[in-house]
């Protein structure tokens, strides 16, 4: 896929199929902006992970520490693969191991 037909894909468009093995994400203005997620990055992730795609998140932020990074993610239905729902007992679950 060459740069041209990245910049054709508009929104909601369906990106064609990626030949990774992973991806490296970005937080800060790439998944949320402040307390707000970036419009359309949830849905974008959520797409890609059925196809086995591997993410990695990152960021410079040092305002916080990484547990509160991962229940944020969490908090915005970004948890790990296999709870892409995230209920609650999932969720409640998942802070527990990271807060321990």
């Known amino acids: 896929m060459d740069s041209d037909s990245v910049e054709a894909l508009q929104a909601g468009d369906r990106a064609p199929d990626l030949d990774f093995d992973g991806l490296i994400v970005d937080l800060d203005g790439v998944v949320w902006v402040g307390a707000t997620a970036v ?20 960021t410079n932020d040092q305002s916080r520490a990484r547990p509160q990074f991962s229940l944020r993610l969490l908090d915005q239905s970004l948890g790990p693969p296999g709870c892409p729902a995230n209920p609650p007992r999932t969720l409640d679950h998942h802070r527990r191991q990271i807060l321990s």
């Open 39 to 58: 419009p359309g990055s949830v849905a974008a992730i959520a797409e890609v992970r059925p196809g086995g795609i591997r993410l990695l998140f990152l």
